[in-house]
């Protein structure tokens, strides 16, 4: 059974095509990963399909009464309610349920029979409903739900306009799973998860009997739970059958058999046009000249799909520093509560050093407490004079100044040329360049805070969840530039298979924190 069918969808923003007639169509219990590189037009699909955005062509049609959750990147809370408050949202209709009934039973104490017979129906079929939707074991379902996201360590009863972004997208995630809707839309929901709870969702997903849409860059998760796969690439997408090592494999074997058809046909195009321009002006020939001609114009010509441009990172290295780096004493973390046990370490030059575990305990306040964006509880860092840091923090509000000016904001000395060709070495086009940041997709504007850091001669390399948004070869990339790079780094990320084989060090800050874990 289809329950959404996509047909010949077109869009596109002024001269730039995203997609062009596609077709896409999702089976009830399909698990689907839709992938592609970063600006390819993944996020626009989503908002396409959910209404948020009308295509130039095309239409889109679910089926009935299905119901939908989507997780996009850029989904919003409102100010003043806690976080069980948001998520005992979901379970409204059914409080409102249980509000009729009770009035209902205060209306029995003043009725006629028929009245009561009437009341008594529908109190027992409301009774049924509530029941049979387990009204009754809602907080223990969210409890279930909000701790394996990780939510009961940050506080049900937290304002939410006292979180961080990362935490934000946890309470919206974890409200996304409790609707249960027929479909799930989910636009990198691993982006602000550690990796237990990575895990946590992972399964989920697995056990989940409704069809879902998911957009992720990290690979070994989609890997594990899609069993269907679309590829958005120069604005064409193409479905798939198999998990993301099986699209790999067979996108492969079709680029290749792409481009033998290619050459065949390029020969033969070559060969016509030879005989054509022989053969055309003798009279004798001249009819076969023409019957070729007229092949050569019926032609279906093949094209090769235009290749991406592919980032290409390298971070400018400082003056060598002295041999400590960072030297904490007695360092506590936290905001306005102790988040950490008193920390002694000693980060030395060249070392290389990856910071795990759960979401809260501090990775994101270690950073900035060494910066000195927020103070410590207590303790001290002593930071090398001679350090020059470049900090790539994991949440930066997107600006309406264009990416050139974001550049120019922090280096007015370089010229417009000079700019353009930092970006481009990032992967970003021209329309990338001029667009306003806000406009940009989440992969693009990490690309240009990136640029940014690359520009700065540093010895001590400071990311806190660079891979969020970026695409396979920009990770790749990413990767190859911070091995290469020879000065000391510091690293929060939640993919261990993008740092395992390059890290000296793991710091796992479940053994300095006062929660329980």
């Not at 002024?14 to 992938?35: N, P, Q, T, Y």
């Not at 575990?357 to 900035?368: D, E, P």
Request: proline share 3%; hydrophobic share 40%; net charge negative.
């Amino acid at each position: 059974m289809s329950i959404l069918n996509v047909e010949h969808v077109t869009h596109g923003f002024g001269a730039r095509r995203i997609l062009e007639d596609a077709s896409f169509r999702l089976l009830k219990g399909e698990h689907v990963g839709l992938v592609g590189a970063n600006g390819e037009g993944k996020s626009t699909f989503l908002n396409i399909i959910t209404g948020k955005l009308m295509p130039d062509e095309g239409k889109v049609e679910w089926c009935n009464r299905v119901t939908t959750g989507y997780l996009d990147q850029n989904s919003t809370l409102t100010k003043g309610k806690s976080i069980r408050d948001v998520l005992r949202e979901v379970f409204q209709h059914m409080t409102d349920l249980e509000a009729d009934m009770i009035a209902m039973y205060d209306r029995m104490a003043d009725c006629s029979e028929e009245e009561m017979t009437n009341l008594l129906e529908e109190v027992g079929e409301i009774q049924h409903l509530l029941e049979h939707n387990g009204f009754y074991t809602i907080d223990v379902k969210i409890e279930e739900v909000a701790g394996g996201l990780g939510l009961r360590d940050i506080g049900l009863d937290r304002d939410v306009s006292d979180l961080s972004g990362g935490q934000r997208a946890k309470v919206l995630l974890t409200k996304l799973l409790l609707q249960n809707p027929m479909i799930l839309i989910l636009d990198e929901p691993t982006n602000f998860l550690d990796e237990d709870h990575i895990r946590w969702l992972k399964n989920y997903l697995l056990e989940y009997d409704n069809a879902f849409i998911l957009v992720s860059h990290d690979i070994p998760f989609l890997n594990d739970v899609v069993n269907v796969i679309y590829h958005v690439e120069n604005a064409v997408l193409t479905r798939y059958t198999g998990n993301y090592e099986q699209f790999q494999e067979m996108y492969a074997l079709k680029k290749v058999q792409i481009e033998k058809a290619y050459d065949r046909q390029q020969k033969e195009i070559e060969h016509l046009e030879d005989f054509i321009a022989r053969n055309k002006a003798r009279v004798a020939t001249t009819n076969m000249a023409k019957s070729r001609q007229k092949k050569l114009d019926k032609m279906d010509i093949i094209e090769l799909a235009r290749e991406k441009v592919k980032p290409s990172f390298q971070f400018n290295e400082a003056r060598t520093p002295g041999k400590v780096i960072v030297h904490a004493k007695d360092l506590i973390l936290g905001y306005h509560e102790p988040l950490t046990n008193p920390i002694n370490f000693v980060l030395e030059r060249g070392q290389k050093v990856a910071i795990k575990g759960v979401n809260g305990l501090g990775k994101s306040t270690l950073l900035k407490t060494l910066f000195g964006i927020i103070p410590p509880i207590s303790g001290i860092s002593e930071l090398d004079p001679y350090l020059f840091p470049g900090y790539f923090e994991q949440e930066e509000a997107a600006k309406d100044r264009t990416a050139l000016e974001e550049i120019w904001a922090e280096y007015p000395g370089l010229t417009n040329g000079e700019v353009r060709a930092a970006l481009a070495k990032c992967g970003l086009t021209t329309n990338h360049i001029t667009s306003q940041m806000i406009a940009l997709s989440g992969g693009e504007n990490a690309k240009v805070r990136l640029c940014k850091l690359m520009l700065k001669n540093i010895n001590f390399l400071v990311l806190d969840e660079p891979t969020n948004h970026l695409d396979t070869d920009a990770k790749e990339e990413l990767k190859r530039a911070i091995k290469a790079f020879k000065g000391t780094v510091l690293l929060v990320c939640h993919e261990p298979e993008f740092y395992e084989d390059w890290v000296t060090d793991v710091w796992n800050v479940e053994n300095w924190t006062t929660k329980i874990v």
